[in-house]
């Protein structure tokens, strides 16, 4: 059997979500593709931001992309195209373009359609919306990331994360008709999930980006309660313990984040 790596990642610093092999967790810079004319107008698609990605390759990576296209327009069967297409997704990726990168496992999730592969897919063009400040690109990631939550959500309608992270890209594009729509979706799942850390974690974000600092430890200090195992909880207690002015909490806390999320030696 392939290897396949996935990890959980919540907003900004740990939105739940798995990534295919090879895709690398570090926050990138803004890629040259935020400049292109080709996404600054009213409208954008896929094919407009695959197509300009591919002018801005070296000649090294333009080689290995075409190579995997080929490989992708070789494969025969379902699985042997969505493991092409995977493997596209992390090579766009690691190149940077986390809005192609999210292209193509929506193709994936397409072909597998399972909850996973669909978070795979929001979770992906969620990155790619938190990276950039075009607001062309930034509308369109977030409306695919609406769409590859909602259909992980529908799927699997018992997981309160998917409808978590469908809140958190509410957070972070926010509709000019329903600003409160995150809030109200996390109220709704805190009345439904209880003991739900991953509920718990999102309010207490939400709180931190409005710098209400109390109502986020509250938060926050019930999901590490509810699961201290949990490696989000820690780095968010961090920064609101530092907003609040509690400086050795907040450094206690980012002790216990660097140690959560510190990669074992091998």
């Known amino acids: 059997m392939k290897k396949q790596q996935y990890f959980a990642l919540l907003a900004a610093a740990a939105l739940f979500l798995g990534l295919y092999l090879g895709f690398d967790t570090r926050p990138s810079g803004q890629h040259k593709i935020e ?15 695959l197509a300009d990605a591919r002018e801005h390759l070296g000649e090294t ?16 069967e379902d699985a042997q195209r969505a493991e092409a297409l995977k493997q596209l997704s992390g090579f766009w990726y690691r190149t940077g373009n986390r809005a ?13 359609n399972t909850d996973a592969a669909w978070s795979v897919a929001g979770a992906t063009y969620f990155q790619a919306l938190q990276g950039s400040d ?24 018992d997981d309160p994360e998917h409808r978590v992270n469908l809140a958190l890209v509410y957070a972070e594009q926010p509709s000019a008709e329903n600003p409160m729509q995150a809030v109200l979706l996390l109220r709704e799942l805190e009345a439904k999930y209880p003991n739900e850390p ?5 309010l207490g974000r939400l709180a931190i980006k409005t710098g209400q600092w109390e109502r986020a430890l ?8 509810l699961d201290p195992a949990n490696t989000n909880t820690p780095c968010l207690l961090a ?8 400086n050795a909490k907040a450094e206690e806390f980012a002790d216990k984040c660097r140690k959560a999320n510190s990669t074992p030696e091998q």
Do not use: H, M, W
């Open 35 to 49: 400049q292109s004319r080709a996404i600054q107008g009213e409208a954008t698609s896929f094919e407009t931001i």
């Open 218 to 225: 509250q938060r926050l200090e019930k999901a590490y309660q």
């Open 239 to 246: 920064k609101a313990y530092e907003g609040a002015g509690n």
């Open 198 to 202: 991953a509920v718990y974690n999102a």
């Open 61 to 76: 990576e333009r080689i290995a992309a075409e190579d995997l296209d080929k490989k992708f327009d070789a494969a025969t």
């Open 100 to 112: 192609v990168a999210g292209g193509f496992a929506e193709k994936v999730a397409e072909i597998e």
């Open 134 to 157: 075009n607001p062309v690109l930034r509308q369109f990631c977030a409306g695919r990331a609406v769409k590859g939550f909602e259909s992980a959500a529908s799927l699997a309608p």
